[in-house]
């Protein structure tokens, strides 16, 4: 399928900073960049970076006064099977090194703290089945409601309010799949068909050898996201990091599927 992307950020800088940026889609084996447009304010200084391991693709500029930020592509994501129901968890000596991070606790997945939770509700299941069961154990026991969470809000904070936005329903199931030994990392997108549409947080989770993508809050179909970074939570994915201060005018993001057109003999 192909989409076509346009997010437009405008922010207000108290005083000059840099800022991290990280909204354009990431360049993998299942996801091509057709083509795109980054746009800023000449004053800003813009640099671009690239990962080669990851294909996720950063931008730094200089900020200050008011600042707007535009971004448009169009990118074709190939098919790919997200079923992983009956597909078996690995054991630990088996994983990758990359893979072994998303087993262990990170700020906002406290997972170690989640076992006991994890035996009683899941212990009776496996694999595929188990991390299925988790998404679904989320998305019941969870309201999708803005402001009950905060930036400082983990995955403890929204099992005791039952409520939060994608990334708190994110980082709940990536705990919990940790705590079930299941590796598990967090994932923001592009998502097609979110309603509003908006920069998204979703799951993955390693089973039979490969990643696996999850969407717990149910809101958008997972092979219509857009990869734009992956890591052990939202402190490695967020969209912006500011080195200072600055106050958000405006934002918006919008994911259109686009249609192919039939070669002409």
Same mark, same amino acid.
């Given at each position: 399928?192909?989409?076509? /992307? %346009?997010?437009?950020?405008?922010?207000? =800088?108290?005083?000059?900073? #840099?800022?991290?940026?990280?909204?354009?889609?990431?360049?993998?084996?299942?996801?091509?960049?057709? @083509? %795109?447009?980054? +746009?800023?304010?000449?004053?800003?200084?813009?640099?671009?970076?690239?990962?080669?391991?990851?294909?996720?693709?950063?931008?730094? =500029?200089?900020?200050?006064?008011?600042? #707007? /930020?535009?971004?448009?592509?169009?990118?074709?994501?190939?098919?790919?099977?997200?079923? *992983?129901?009956?597909?078996? !968890?690995?054991?630990?000596?088996?994983?990758?090194?990359?893979?072994?991070?998303?087993?262990?606790?990170?700020?906002? $997945?406290?997972?170690?703290?989640?076992?006991?939770?994890?035996?009683? %509700?899941?212990?009776?299941?496996?694999?595929?089945?188990?991390?299925?069961?988790?998404?679904? =154990?989320?998305?019941?026991?969870?309201?999708?409601?803005?402001?009950?969470? +905060?930036?400082?809000? &983990?995955?403890?904070?929204?099992?005791?309010?039952?409520? &939060?936005?994608?990334?708190?329903?994110? @980082?709940?199931? /990536?705990?919990? $799949?940790? !705590?079930?030994?299941?590796?598990?990392?967090?994932?923001?997108?592009?998502?097609?068909?979110?309603?509003?549409?908006?920069?998204?947080?979703?799951? #993955?989770?390693?089973?039979?050898?490969?990643?696996?993508?999850?969407?717990?809050?149910?809101?958008?179909?997972?092979? &219509?996201?857009?990869?734009? !970074?992956?890591?052990?939570?939202?402190?490695? /994915?967020? *969209?912006? @990091?500011? *080195?200072?201060?600055?106050?958000?005018? #405006?934002?918006? *993001?919008?994911?259109?599927?686009?249609?192919?057109?039939?070669?002409? !003999?």
């Amino acid at each position: 399928m192909r989409f076509s /992307i %346009e997010t437009r950020l405008l922010y207000r =800088f108290q005083e000059p900073c #840099e800022v991290l940026l990280l909204v354009e889609p990431a360049s993998t084996d299942t996801q091509t960049v057709i @083509h %795109e447009r980054l +746009t800023a304010p000449a004053g800003c200084r813009l640099a671009r970076f690239e990962d080669p391991l990851s294909g996720e693709r950063r931008a730094v =500029f200089d900020a200050a006064g008011d600042v #707007e /930020i535009g971004y448009a592509a169009e990118v074709e994501l190939a098919a790919v099977d997200h079923d *992983f129901s009956g597909r078996p !968890a690995g054991r630990v000596r088996d994983l990758p090194a990359s893979v072994l991070e998303h087993l262990r606790p990170s700020r906002y $997945c406290p997972s170690d703290r989640l076992e006991r939770l994890v035996r009683r %509700e899941f212990g009776h299941l496996e694999g595929g089945e188990k991390a299925g069961a988790i998404m679904d =154990f989320v998305g019941r026991n969870l309201t999708y409601e803005a402001g009950v969470s +905060t930036c400082a809000s &983990g995955a403890l904070d929204t099992l005791a309010d039952g409520a &939060g936005v994608c990334r708190d329903y994110a @980082h709940l199931a /990536i705990a919990l $799949c940790r !705590a079930a030994d299941i590796p598990a990392r967090a994932v923001s997108a592009y998502a097609w068909r979110l309603d509003p549409p908006d920069m998204h947080a979703v799951v #993955e989770v390693y089973l039979d050898g490969r990643w696996w993508l999850a969407d717990p809050t149910r809101l958008a179909p997972v092979e &219509g996201l857009v990869r734009v !970074a992956t890591g052990r939570d939202a402190a490695d /994915i967020a *969209f912006m @990091h500011i *080195f200072g201060k600055a106050e958000l005018l #405006e934002q918006s *993001f919008r994911v259109d599927r686009r249609e192919r057109l039939a070669a002409v !003999a």
